[in-house]
């Protein structure tokens, strides 16, 4: 069985996913079969994996630190917030339904023989897992129903290491006071302490290291900067949204939706050079973008509803009346048909007008779609013809079927810029879904400058990169260098590397090696 080490956070926001990453990144160069593990974790940001089984992406991320292929085993329980109170729970890769705090919690007991057997058969395959905890172990009021903490690390003896996030102050009352709130046994669980998000000398910590440790007993595991390393973060608590706006030749808004989801989506066109990305939640943050994303999101009627009262729909529809590339993925997708008919009440409300621009319908269903896909893009005419014929691949994941408006009296020749309309949808991607039976079948919509697709993670490859970069420069009168495009998979794998030096430099990786019960590898 593999040896395992576990990451906990004082609070919320620690940075344990990324120490959880690079961690895996240095085992993995330093010759180990090593994989993550994470019991519970709450994300609307997730990934379909090649079996057609869901799981929260930050996982996906920390698989990919390792140099392994994502498995629901990783991640066996994921909750997807709804409303405040509520979420939907998927266990194994499969959607259980919607539950309410308060009865998940009687229930997420039950579901520990679920995260022992997922986590033994990680346990037959790596030599090291890295458990991730979730928020704090000190949340006296959760602890007796723990499965993702303490409880999690008890169920698999594995040692902790406890990590505090100095950059938002407090960080030895942080540590001092989470270990006092543990139970005796579950405080010499706790092998080492990590300060991380440290700016400036670290050796003016020293005399704090020192009177910490006449505390708790407990070595101090490292002392790690505050990081420029750009990988997926955890949706929840994510930074991008609030990023500096920096000009850019090009301009590309993704609207910031309420209950946005998957907008890993956009990191590909992030990292691009001479694009300008950025996300907007009100209409006084649109300016004039060269193009508007409505991204994926977990409640679609909800968000549609919301764009309508706060302006940002009639801000969108002028801008595509303009001639501004509009494109939607998901359930943004869905908001730009003509209506979305929800008689199951999967969302709550029966009907609702779409924002018109696209010649589409969308029916939700309760049965969920959740697969992988490869395929091209069809051949497109009019602004998106530069995407024609592109390789993409990606996954599909909602709850929601979208079909064409056939007459083309329901189309409405006021919204676009393109006022001649086919009688018919015309498809915007050809994708063959990976089933046994490798089914082919037609996905998303293109009208003159509206443009969508269920598709995620279409933008991810490097022609589909290029051909949008392509198109936004052209219709600006602009060139750029195609030669400095990398790959977003070559990016990432010199993020993770990146992530891996600085923390090997940072924690005391012999100690962490004792920890594991192994032998440091010679340098």
């Known amino acids: 069985m593999a040896k395992s080490i576990m990451i906990q956070g004082t609070m919320s926001n620690a940075g344990k996913s990324f120490l959880v990453a690079g961690l895996l990144r240095i085992l993995k160069q330093d010759g180990y079969k090593v994989a993550p593990f994470k019991s519970q974790n709450m994300a609307l940001n997730s990934y379909i994996t090649e079996e057609g089984l869901e799981m929260g992406r930050a996982q996906v991320m920390q698989a990919e630190a390792a140099g392994i292929k994502p498995s629901v085993r990783m991640n066996p329980i994921l909750l997807k917030p709804t409303t405040d109170m509520g979420s939907q729970v998927i266990v194994c890769g499969e959607v259980q339904g919607n539950m309410q705090a308060r009865d998940y919690f009687k229930m997420k007991k039950s579901l520990i023989p679920k995260i022992k057997e997922a986590y033994d058969s990680l346990a037959e395959e790596y030599d090291i897992i890295v458990i991730e905890g979730a928020g704090s172990p000190a949340e006296i009021n959760l602890k007796a129903d723990d499965i993702v903490n303490m409880g999690m690390a008890k169920l698999v003896d594995a040692p902790v290491l406890l990590a505090g996030d100095i950059d938002r102050g407090g960080v030895f009352a942080q540590l001092y006071g989470t270990v006092m709130l543990l139970e005796e046994e579950e405080r010499a669980r706790i092998k080492g302490t990590i300060i991380n998000k440290f700016r400036g000398d670290a050796t003016i910590l020293k005399p704090g290291l020192d009177m910490i440790y006449e505390k708790i007993h407990i070595p101090c595991a490292g002392v790690v900067p505050y990081m420029n390393v750009d990988i997926e973060d955890e949706d929840s608590l994510t930074e991008r949204f609030h990023k500096k706006r920096e000009v850019a030749p090009v301009e590309i808004a993704v609207i910031k939706l309420p209950r946005i989801s998957n907008f890993t989506d956009f990191y590909s066109l992030e990292h691009l050079e001479g694009v300008g990305l950025h996300y907007v939640s009100d209409v006084s943050e649109l300016k004039s973008p060269d193009m508007i994303i409505l991204p994926g999101s977990k409640s679609t009627i909800q968000d549609l509803i919301w764009l309508r009262e706060n302006g940002l729909e009639a801000a969108i529809k002028k801008e595509a009346a303009k001639g501004t590339l509009i494109f939607g993925i998901c359930g943004g997708y869905q908001m730009l048909g003509m209506s979305i008919d929800d008689s199951e009440m999967v ?77 018919s949808c015309p498809s915007f991607t050809q994708i063959t879904v990976t089933t046994e039976s490798a089914t082919a079948k037609s996905d998303g919509s293109v009208l003159s400058n509206i443009a969508g697709t269920y598709l995620h993670g279409i933008f991810d490859t490097e022609s589909m990169q290029k051909a949008v970069l392509d198109l936004l420069y052209t219709r600006k009168g602009l060139t750029y260098d195609a030669s400095a495009i990398q790959s977003y998979d070559s990016y990432k794998e010199s993020q993770y590397d990146h992530l891996a030096s600085i923390l090997r430099e940072s924690l005391d990786m012999p100690l962490i090696y004792e920890i594991l019960g192994l032998t440091p590898p010679l340098n």
Do not use: C, W
């Not at 490869?374 to 602004?383: D, F, K, Y």
């Not at 013809?385 to 990606?394: D, E, Q, Y």
């Open 347 to 423: 969302e709550g409300i029966r009907h609702i007008r779409g924002m018109e621009l696209l010649p589409i319908k969308t029916t939700f269903t309760t049965s969920k779609v959740m697969t992988q896909a490869t395929g091209h893009t069809g051949t497109i005419e009019g602004p998106y013809a530069a995407l024609s014929n592109i390789p993409v691949t990606g996954y599909e994941v909602h709850m929601g079927i979208s079909t064409p408006v056939l007459s083309s009296e329901d189309i409405p020749s006021a919204n676009v810029a393109d006022q001649t309309h086919p009688s």
